[in-house]
């Protein structure tokens, strides 16, 4: 899996999302938007917004030297501001100590953390493919350090620049195309009607009306009370499978998620095994929300067998409703290949194909 970061990995360290960062540009220009701006915003073309601003004043270097100034951090001292960063480059880690993690963000916070982190920085990308691919991926071009107006032009904010990298040179979607083919992608930290989040949906509905293969696409969405099955089918008509929780300001229970999960993923055996011994001793929970049969599911798939051992070592023995979860048919060979476990066809298929 490879996970999708965008503005709300952020929103801890004190950075806007698109919505904030085009409002804070007109801010910090003394601009006010004009009728066809404004309209462009309460529709949530932020891209569109820029654009136009940009035409208008005929300043698009100081358009981006003020993105620049809104997207650097004033203070990451506190621990809580790049903890999220820290967890998604734990889970980003493979066996292979390669890291496979793309952000449309520009801030260097990812680097903050992990100075001696490969990355690629758009517009010059690497082949998504496991063998190729070791490093962050600036999907939409990475802040300077300083007042470098190549890199600042190279950002991917206007509609003109996705213009550009979607459907012209169409470098940006390329990269996505490939990244979809070659793994299963989970976003993080974008909204369901995100502008950034479209021009790649866009990329892969494309994909998939020419009948390309695509793994499948996981996000992180969240939802207002009442609101949870209007939000899934949402994110389902888009082609997403969601991973919903309830809005409680700040995204918190998203952070903490993938803080725990950073946890569990670093500790490798033993992370699940202590999963078995604290779940598996109690019967299967009803509510399917909790998320409690998952990952006992998860932690018993590990390859080596410790976790099952685990399982049929536990002292009293698991009540017997598990027989009742495992029995329950769950896969396919397409899940097969998602988990790399080879699938071979019965002979008269093998023999048809």
Known sequence: MVFFCGAGVSYPAGLPGFDGLTSGI?????????????????????????????????????????????????NLDNPASTATHQALLILAKNQDDSVRLVTTNFDRIFLKVAPSLSFYAAPLLPLPKKS??????????????????????????????????????????????????????????????????????DALAADRILGEEAGEVFAFGDFNDGDEDRAQRDWQSKGVVPILYPNRGSHFLMHETLKEWAGKYRDGITGKRAIIVHEASSPPSPIKSDGQIERVLWALMEPTGQSAKSFAELDPVPPVEWLNVFAEPRFTQSDLRKLGIPVVLPICQAATN
């Open 132 to 201: 190729r691919w070791n490093g962050l991926v600036y999907l939409h071009g990475l802040l300077p350090e300083n007042n470098d107006a190549t890199a600042l032009n190279s950002l991917v904010v206007s509609s003109g620049d996705f213009g550009l990298a979607y459907l012209t040179e169409r470098w940006a979607s390329r990269f996505v195309s490939e990244l979809f083919r070659n793994y299963v992608v989970c976003f993080i930290g974008y909204s369901i009607g995100d502008p950034v989040l479209r021009y790649m949906l």
């Open 26 to 74: 007109f801010e910090a220009l003394g601009e006010n938007p004009n009728p066809t701006e404004k309209e462009a915003i309460n529709e949530k073309r932020f891209d569109l917004a820029i654009s136009l601003l940009e035409g208008r004043i005929k300043k698009r270097p100081v358009v981006r030297e003020k993105i620049r100034e809104i997207l650097t951090p004033k």
